[in-house]
């Protein structure tokens, strides 16, 4: 056997073990660290079971979970290259060098990590919240460092940059509301609409299957605004998060029920024809047909 076979095996036998070792144990440390940050988010889970905290807990827990994942094989990166023979300190300054250049050629990418740094520090975005940001709208499924990802009402997903959003707009904040703006004819009266608003609300807070989604009783403002064809009420519920679209949509099935027993008009555009003038100044002449029901007079 001639001398490089010799120099191979010695180098397996001591700086290949050592390897060997450091990325058996790299790999033991990640699970290990997965597993400590699960049981430790499940314990924390149990302390605080709002809806709210969970959120919090599942981003934030996601997020430590990918640092220590990328903290442990950086180290036992530079652990292999020292068994290699590679001189770290030179390695570790021109690492620092290139991470400098890095930074004034990739300054979006800075920005983006800046900006999700206080995103997440802030609490402003969680994943299961619905929120508005950069023009796009949608359910928050994932939220690091790098960006956050919607998927909105269509399905489409959303990956927006976390140096584009300049403002967050969360609609399911620890609750959520939805607002509503009743038009009426101006022939109605204003009260009778009020008290048909306030016993639709009475009776979604006593039907089992939404009573628990509404957090407070309905609060009318009164009229609002004298439109161009109809008076405007406005009222809004106070809801669980991301309740309010379904509590509004079944107020709204009810309310239109309601109003057809009582026949309370709901304006609708009207629409004015202009037939016309000759050059004599003379308007063209309609002919209009009105057929009544049979036996009418």
């Known amino acids: 056997m001639n001398e490089w076979a010799y120099q191979a095996i010695e180098w397996l036998s001591v700086s290949g073990l050592k390897i060997g070792l450091i990325v058996v144990l790299a790999i033991l440390a990640r699970a290990m660290a997965r597993l400590l940050a699960n049981r430790l988010f ?39 290259l020292d068994e290699l023979g590679v001189e770290i300190g030179p390695v570790l300054a021109a690492a620092g060098i290139l991470g400098l250049a890095i930074g004034f050629g990739a300054q979006q990418l800075v920005q983006d990590i800046i900006g999700g740094f206080f995103i997440l520090m802030e609490d402003q975005i969680r994943v299961g919240d619905v929120v508005e940001i950069a023009g796009k709208s949608g359910l928050v499924e994932r939220v690091n460092l790098r960006m956050v990802v919607l998927r909105d009402l269509a399905g489409s997903v959303h990956y927006v940059r976390n140096g584009q959003i300049s403002t967050v707009t969360n609609m399911t904040r620890e609750w959520s509301r939805y607002v509503f703006e009743v038009g009426v004819a101006y022939r109605e009266n204003v009260d009778e609409v009020i008290g048909i608003l306030k016993e639709i609300d009475e009776e979604l807070r006593a039907d089992p299957e939404f009573r628990d989604d509404i957090l407070k009783p309905l609060e009318v403002l009164g009229l609002d605004q004298f439109a161009d064809s109809a008076l405007i009420i406005k009222a809004f519920t106070t809801t669980r998060p991301i309740q309010q679209w379904r509590i509004g949509r079944e107020f709204n099935r009810r309310l239109k029920i309601k109003f057809d027993e009582k026949n309370i008009e709901i304006p609708f555009p009207h629409i004015t024809m202009y037939m016309g003038e000759d050059k004599q100044g003379l308007t063209q002449s309609l002919n209009v047909e009105v057929k009544g029901k049979a036996g009418a007079n």
Not at 45 to 69: F, M
Request: hydrophobic share 50%; aromatic share 2%.
């Open 42 to 80: 499940r314990a924390v889970r149990k302390s605080d079971s709002s809806a709210e905290g969970l959120k919090r807990i599942d981003t934030l827990g996601s997020l430590i979970k990918h640092i220590l994942s990328w903290t442990i094989v950086a180290i036992a990166l530079i652990m292999v």
